[in-house]
């Protein structure tokens, strides 16, 4: 029983000394990485791969974590750019509406609702996508 209270305290100042060694802004991403590998551990014990996991392993699998979101941040700038061109591109084009269409204020109206119209659809379209994929 001694053993068992000798070898808990003693994994436990092991655990604390890796946090220790793991940066501050990657400790949160660590914990529930070990929990779920705990966690796995426990449900199958019996799982040899389980038994060759290794420190190497597991930071790895961090490394890659780290790359994954660095991949998210750069999808997201470019959709971002994506949507501040398009921006723009639709703002020339109503200024050239205005610009040539000021004689003729009629079909100025009507193409300005249309579009207006259109770019309401679109966004709520977008909006019942993404309520769809969540």
Known sequence: MDKDIEKTEESKT??????????????????????????????SSNDPISEKITTEHISKVLDNVDVQDKRDRQERKSDKNYQIAFLLIGLIFMGFLIVFLKDDKDLLYKIIIAVISFIGGFGIGRTKQKTTNE
């Open 14 to 43: 092991a655990t604390n000394e890796i946090l220790e060694a793991v940066p501050v802004e990657e400790r949160g991403r660590f914990i529930s990485i070990m929990k779920e590998s705990m966690f796995a551990s426990f449900m």
